[in-house]
Nanobody, 125 residues
């Protein structure tokens, strides 16, 4: 079993920055890919970013590329999502997630088994 506990988020003005954290416990954290996803009201869950357990494979959605940065600190069992130049369209509930199988990598939500509790990010115009 893997548990993910999120922190960060909140309300920020357009152009501002926020950092989300995802603390992972349970199985060997360092062996797991971690992804970030978001869901805006009335919209489907969408991929934001993912990072492999070695950090040598990183993916971003086109909509956040150049503005968001995903990173991980395996010593602290934590993954971060630094969000800069935020836009109103970034407003959503953000989730971190991990797949069941260590070493697997995907940007598809259905490939992820364990999910954080979600955190609201609101960007005001």
């Amino acid at each position: 079993q893997v548990q993910l506990v999120q922190s960060g988020g909140g309300l920020v003005q357009t152009g501002g920055s926020l950092r989300l954290s995802c603390a992972v416990s349970g199985r060997t954290f360092s062996a797991h890919t971690v992804g970030w996803f978001r869901q805006a009201p009335g919209k489907e869950l969408e991929f934001v970013a993912a990072i492999s357990w070695t950090s040598d494979t990183i993916s971003y959605a086109d909509s956040v590329k150049g503005r968001f940065t995903i990173s991980r600190d395996n010593a602290k069992n934590t993954v971060y999502l630094q969000m800069n130049s935020l836009k109103p369209e970034d407003t959503a509930v953000y989730y971190c997630a991990a797949p069941r199988d260590s070493g697997s990598y995907s940007i598809l939500p259905r490939a992820y088994t364990y999910w954080g509790q979600g955190t609201q990010v609101t960007v005001s115009s």
